[in-house]
């Protein structure tokens, strides 16, 4: 069963338009790690965030955390044809490292 | 109820040693991998399984190799461990091997070779 609560399951999106995906847990959270599935190649990480507030960026991908450490969120900005695939959020409940794991996110981007 | 499950999460283990990491996976899918997961977080696909059959075997040391006595179960064997084998290993599945398919992945085992 997943544990972390990912959201939406599929988002299909314009081309050029901008996007959210959620990431949620009962629990307060050690680290949370966002990654990108393309099949075949396993997962490309993306992002890591451990302390609360805390906000990165890559390119056009910004992730959050909120300041509870309980929820994060993922934004792609402008999306392009190659940021569709599978988003995946993980997260350590603690610092001993037992990953817990989000359900996906499938994104498709309409040209 | 755990959909995918490793074990042992933590395994610490001298050089030259033979160790196994076992998984299963309660989803009734049919495809089965393992991943090996280096110091930058990237997640780097070793096998695939698809009905008990090899798939997919990356470049990975001929000490490394999976066993899959049914579909719900593929373990991972490693002869002669060596210490750049540290690291996390993931297994995951997946319903089949089509293309886009969401895979669940385990808790990860930690190997540490001293």
């Known amino acids: 069963s997943q544990e972390l609560e990912q959201s939406p399951q599929s988002l299909i999106v314009q081309e050029g338009k901008n996007l959210t995906i959620n990431c949620t847990s009962s629990?307060?959270?050690?680290?949370l790690y966002w990654y990108k599935q393309k099949y075949g190649e396993g997962l490309i990480f993306l992002m890591m965030?451990?302390?609360g507030g805390e906000e990165k960026s890559h390119e056009k991908i910004t992730a959050k955390l909120d300041e509870k450490k309980q929820q994060s969120s993922l934004h792609i900005t402008a999306s392009q044809p190659s940021h569709a695939g599978i988003y995946l959020c993980?997260?350590?409940?603690?610092?001993?490292?037992?990953?817990?794991w989000g359900a996906g996110t499938k994104l498709i981007i309409k040209p | 109820d755990t959909a995918v499950s490793q074990t042992p999460k933590y395994l610490v283990t001298q050089m030259g040693n033979d160790k196994s990491i076992k998984c299963e996976q309660n989803?009734?899918?049919?495809?089965m991998y393992w991943y090996k997961q280096d110091s930058k977080k990237f997640l780097k696909i070793m096998f695939s399984?698809?009905?008990?059959?090899?798939?997919i075997n990356e470049t990975v040391p001929n000490r490394f190799s999976p066993k899959s006595p049914d579909k719900a179960h593929l373990n991972l064997h490693i002869n002669s461990l060596e210490l750049g084998d540290s690291a996390v290993y993931f297994c995951?599945?997946?319903?089949?091997?089509?293309?886009?398919?969401?895979?669940?992945f385990g808790p990860g085992t930690r190997l540490t070779v001293l």
């Open positions: 399984y698809n009905n008990k059959e090899l798939i």
């Open positions: 965030l451990q302390k």
């Open positions: 993980g997260a350590d409940e603690d610092s001993n490292y037992q990953l817990i």
């Open positions: 995951a599945s997946s319903q089949d091997m089509r293309a886009g398919g969401t895979q669940y």
């Open positions: 629990k307060t959270l050690y680290g």
């Open positions: 989803l009734g899918h049919d495809t």
